[in-house]
């Protein structure tokens, strides 16, 4: 059987998404009447921001005809699942090519999606925009690949646009990433220029599957999605077994839960949902057996067969790390008497069946109240969570300030967690704090090398390498906090590039450093949300900054508000936001002094007494405030 399992890897922007759309249409999957741009992409998020969120597996069929034009191909290229029995009846010079492939994220926050689909295949597509040449994630992805011991095709596209230097991206390719220059691709997914070579490269220089080790049926989870009716849908390839390794019917054991399932349907994507009732080794498959809670299902988990089980799993995927934590309350609502704390709680629990790569826990604040504290891979990702629980639903949240991950080395060498500065441990009972450090991969035009390096330096960056990508670019290397990273970085990053560097980055270690827990006083009071540790020397700066954010917030009261900044029982800044004051003494009309500094006298004694008792209204804007490090 002539079976292809391929990804499509790339930078974001590049048209990967396009390039599958294309490659769906020139193997006659979708026909013109059906065809729409990223038609992979299913959430509305993704249509309107132009990135791929989910990774989507799709299988084509295509007749590959030796040495053909793209007319023939034009012509010939259609053929369908139930054709499949041709399969076994191709000659040396027209063969039926059964293509699974997988349609991938480009942005670094889902670099975990990318790793789930290379490890179903054996071959992976790089696109390279042929205008904007080699980025930080396409050398990214491509050592994924590499990693995984996987064919590359490299894929140079946009090549219609006038501004595409199809020569000078080549040789980029063969310079930061050793593919031949002549080895490329040129291709125009938004035309159709380049399809029918990429085609016949796919069938020609991808391998085949590997042959079956066992007789035992064993499949590989690479991802799963909840649908309200049919439960959890699994996505897996199928890598070892007899020649129908699974089929309706069949009782499948989950290997890494031990839970067992009768399968109910079994098919493909191709790109609509296809019954196609059996599988064999190499292929990949949806499968739906009535598995109700995805806590029953494991991305990376092995299937077997319940009446034969296999002794050994497959090599899962290491679980991804959560790096970015914030909270997320209910918004109070206007017209009802509390908080739409269970809202919020359903709405959370139902996005974490369609996405697992997110936790959450019920936390409590004293300002805030009830909400959940979620564990994010990256700040997009946690901007596309909060997106999606307003759009799909209608759940108003409050956003606290985004933390990242600490490491606490106590007194008794033991390592302690911490994913919030309020539950870091009382001073004195601990020895160290450690903070994530990153290797930043920054790739920018020449005349902003200057800025790039002076911008991490800023951000306590530790410079490690650069290396020339082109004649017009450089790729600079530094270690830096990922605290740093995850509040204004990026955009500083595109505006002293003039929109043109790129960077991506993963956490390498974690490092001791001289690390404060800064909490903010609002009339005397901690609150928690506020709190946040960073590095001793930027900790004041940083305090006043936010204290004056705060003080634009924060509407004024009866009585004076004090806002303070401190470091355990130091104070190191504040700000003061001025009460109201009525003017007590416009009714005296002459007379002796002393009758307006006894009504001022009584006034003041009115305030403080009101300060003591009463209490300051916080908005939600303040909390909001906190995200943005800049000076205004």
């Known amino acids: 059987m002539n079976i292809r399992n391929f990804s499509i890897i790339a930078h974001i922007d ?6 599958a759309d294309r490659l769906m249409q020139a193997t006659k999957a979708v026909s013109a009447r059906e065809a729409r741009a990223q038609l992979l992409d299913d959430m509305d998020i993704e249509r309107e921001r132009g990135i791929t969120i989910k990774a989507s597996a799709v299988t084509v069929m295509h007749h590959h005809v030796k040495g053909a034009t793209s007319d023939v191909l034009e012509e010939d290229g259609s053929a369908t699942l139930e054709g499949a029995d041709m399969l076994n009846q191709s000659d040396e010079d027209s063969s039926l090519f059964m293509l699974n492939f997988i349609d991938t994220p480009g942005h670094v926050d889902f670099n975990y999606e990318v790793s789930r689909a290379l490890k179903a295949c054996e071959g992976a597509i790089l696109v390279v925009d042929a205008t904007q040449g080699v980025q930080a994630q ?6 994924l690949a590499i990693n995984e011991n996987l064919e590359i095709i490299p894929v140079i596209n946009k090549i219609d646009l006038p501004s595409a230097r199809c020569d000078e991206v080549a040789m980029e390719i063969e310079q ?3 593919f031949k220059a002549e080895d490329c691709i040129l291709v ?5 220029k380049g399809i029918p070579e990429l085609l016949a490269a796919i069938c020609e220089r991808f391998p085949s599957p590997r042959k079956p080790m066992m007789k035992q049926t064993r499949a590989l989870i690479f991802d799963a999605q909840y649908d309200d009716y049919r439960g959890v849908v699994v996505y897996a390839r199928v890598m070892d077994g007899e020649p129908v390794s699974l089929k309706l019917g ?4 989950m290997m890494g839960t031990g839970r067992s399932f009768q399968i109910t349907d079994i098919g493909k994507r191709t790109p609509k949902p296809t019954r196609v009732g059996k599988v064999g080794p190499g292929e990949a498959a949806y499968i739906v057996a009535a598995i109700r809670s995805l806590g029953d299902v494991r991305v990376g988990d092995t299937i077997t067969l319940e009446q034969d089980p296999a002794k050994d799993a497959l090599e899962g995927y290491k679980p991804p790390v959560q790096m970015v934590f914030c909270d997320f309350y209910p918004a109070t609502s206007e017209d009802a008497k509390g908080s739409d704390f269970e809202k919020l709680r359903i709405a959370i629990e139902k996005l974490s069946l369609n996405d697992s790569s997110f936790t959450f826990i019920p936390v409590h604040s004293e300002a805030l109240g009830f909400g959940f504290r979620c564990g994010f891979l990256g700040l997009l990702h946690m901007e596309i969570i909060q997106e999606r629980l307003e759009r799909e639903f209608q759940t108003e949240v409050v956003q606290t300030a985004p933390t990242v991950t600490y490491r606490i080395r106590m007194r008794d060498e033991t390592i302690v967690e911490v994913h919030n500065p309020a539950e870091l441990p009382a001073g004195g009972t601990y020895e160290a704090i450690m903070e994530p450090i990153c290797k930043v991969e920054i790739i920018v035009p020449n005349d902003s090398i200057g800025a790039v390096m002076k911008l991490c330096s800023e951000r306590r960056g530790e410079f490690k390498a650069q290396t ?7 790729m600079v290397t530094f270690d830096v906090p990922l605290a740093e990273i995850i509040y204004d970085f990026y955009d500083k990053l595109k505006a002293m590039t003039s929109g043109y560097g790129t ?3 993963e956490v390498k270690e974690f490092r001791e450093n001289d690390l404060v827990r800064v ?9 928690e949300a506020l709190s946040f540790l960073t590095h001793r020397s930027t900790s004041e700066y940083r305090g006043r900054l936010m204290l004056r954010k705060l003080q634009k917030q924060i509407n004024r009261h009866q009585f004076e508000i004090p806002l303070q900044c401190a470091i355990g029982g130091k104070i190191i800044a504040r700000e003061t936001i001025k009460a109201f004051r009525k003017d007590v003494t416009a009714k005296c009309y002459g007379g002796d002094v002393s009758r307006k500094r006894k009504l001022l006298d009584k006034q003041r004694e009115g305030k403080k007494k009101m300060k003591s008792v009463g209490r300051v209204e916080i908005p939600q804007e303040a909390f909001m405030a906190v995200l943005d490090q800049s000076e205004e």
């Open 176 to 178: 930061v990433l050793g």
């Open 188 to 192: 125009s997914a938004k035309t159709g």
């Open 138 to 143: 396409t050398v990214v992805n491509a050592y």
């Open 468 to 474: 020339l990508v082109g004649d017009s670019r450089q």
């Open 250 to 253: 069949d009782k499948i054991r």
């Open 503 to 505: 960077m991506d980055y």
């Open 14 to 19: 590049h048209g990967k998404s396009t390039l």
């Open 519 to 527: 909490d903010i006083l609002i009339n005397g009071d901690p609150v």
